[in-house]
């Protein structure tokens, strides 16, 4: 299926379902990222061309960019995309930042938690808290 899919011009797969034929999908230039392994085929369904899709709770729209690893999936909008180089570098730069702040061991976690969230504001990131799943 992945050679398939890659020879009509897809360039990579996202399921919430599981892949099959691991070796086999290693030898071609086709990232795929899944839920697991199956043993059998999944069907191909094609609904429409560039319409949203929702896949594991994500909605990937038509020229979102899709950012994978082994630690999962984002989007991105392509609004978004010409802000990426100057926002991953400060990203990076609080990261390393944050990181030093969190390894102190002279500090209780109010402390970390505070600074944190004084680095986040320094670095003009806006505070997520997730309670139960739900952003606030």
Same mark, same amino acid.
């Given at each position: 299926m992945?050679?398939?899919? $890659?020879?009509? !011009?897809?360039?990579g797969?996202?399921t919430?379902g599981? %892949? /099959?034929? +691991? ?10 990222y899944?839920t697991g392994?199956?043993i059998?085929h999944g069907p ?9 899709v ?7 729209r038509?020229?979102?960019?899709v950012? $994978?690893d082994? !630690?999962?999936?984002i989007?991105i909008?392509l609004?978004c %995309? /010409?802000e +990426?180089?100057?926002q ?6 609080f990261e390393?930042?944050?990181h030093?702040?969190?390894r102190?061991?002279d ?5 970390k938690?505070?600074?944190v ?5 320094s670095?003009?990131f806006?505070?997520v808290?997730l309670?139960? !799943?739900?952003v606030e």
């Open positions: 992945a050679k398939t899919l $890659a020879v009509v !011009g897809c360039k797969l996202v919430n599981g %892949v /099959r034929d +691991l070796a086999g999908l290693m030898t071609i230039p086709f990232p795929a899944c392994r199956t059998h191909l369904r094609f609904r429409a061309a560039k319409e949203p929702e896949v594991g709770g994500i909605t990937v038509h020229g979102d960019v950012h $994978a082994g !630690g999962g999936v989007t909008p609004s %995309v /010409r +990426l180089p100057s991953a570098v400060r990203m990076l730069a390393r930042e944050a030093l702040l969190l102190r061991t500090l209780r976690v109010s402390a938690h505070k600074g969230q004084e680095l986040l504001a670095y003009g806006k505070q808290c309670t139960d !799943g739900k």
